[in-house]
């Protein structure tokens, strides 16, 4: 998988991850900002090469790719179930049942690391995963949250209840989501663009909650109700 842009770079780097190798333009060797990102590349022991602009803009089919195109592999590097053991206290947990569109789905990696959260989990089947235009819209900040894939949301959810988990499920509910506790190891469940959380996830969680709205507007877009909930959560939790 190709992704691009200098503050995906930069992400990658400072979170350490791995990649196959970062081609740079040629055209912009003498640049100041874009030399000091080739010694930073450098002094991390990345391996790199240069390549002309069209090469790169071939490699991702934009034109806007800032000079910077780096191969992470066939698949971004998922973790596995284990880092629930390696969770700190009052942990939060970002769960989305299938969701589809990879704009919304980095909007909310923004939002989850913004907001101090500590996983992310998607299911592994009709669901968006983490592609290059995910990777871009969250800023390369992908590369800073754990994001696991599960067979089995509901499943999930039990394991998590088992390490003290209290999950909430965004949905029309009485439970207004500011007077809710979400204090101490929470997991808040968004649901799909269109339909929600499915009805066997809601039965796994421990209330539903949901963002009162005036002026007869029925929903809001996932990410900006994910943010919502995931700021109230955070400012519950002392702002950490």
């Known amino acids: 998988m190709y992704v691009y842009g200098r503050n995906v770079l930069k992400e990658i780097i400072n979170a350490h991850y791995p990649v196959k ?31 002309p602009d069209n090469v790169l803009q ?32 009052n942990a939060t947990i970002v769960i989305l049942d299938q969701i589809q569109d990879p704009h919304n789905f980095g909007a909310i990696i923004r939002s989850s690391l913004a907001a101090d ?11 968006v995963e983490v592609t290059s235009t995910v990777i871009k819209v969250s800023v390369g900040l992908a590369f800073r949250i754990p994001i696991l894939k599960v067979t089995n949301i509901s499943r999930f959810i039990e394991t998590i209840k088992k390490h003290g988990f209290w999950v909430y499920g965004a949905d029309m509910s009485h439970n207004i989501y500011y007077e809710t506790n979400l204090t101490g190891n929470v997991a808040i469940v ?9 009805e066997k996830i809601k039965s796994k969680c421990d209330a539903l909650i949901s963002i009162p709205m005036a002026n007869n507007v029925e929903s809001l877009n996932v990410a900006v109700s994910a943010g919502i909930l995931l700021f109230e959560i955070f400012k519950q939790k002392g702002g950490r």
């Open 117 to 127: 959260a500590d996983l992310i989990v998607i299911p592994k089947d009709n669901s």
């Open 190 to 198: 968004m649901g799909n663009e269109g339909s929600g959380i499915r």
């Open 21 to 51: 190798n970062i081609y740079f333009t040629n055209s912009k060797k003498t640049d100041k900002t874009f030399k000091e990102l080739i010694e930073l590349t450098k002094k991390h022991k990345y391996s790199f090469s240069f390549a």
């Open 58 to 89: 071939k490699m991702v089919n934009v034109s806007k790719h800032q000079g910077v195109v780096i191969d992470i592999g066939k698949e971004f590097k998922y973790v596995d179930e284990t880092i629930l053991n390696n969770l700190r206290e």
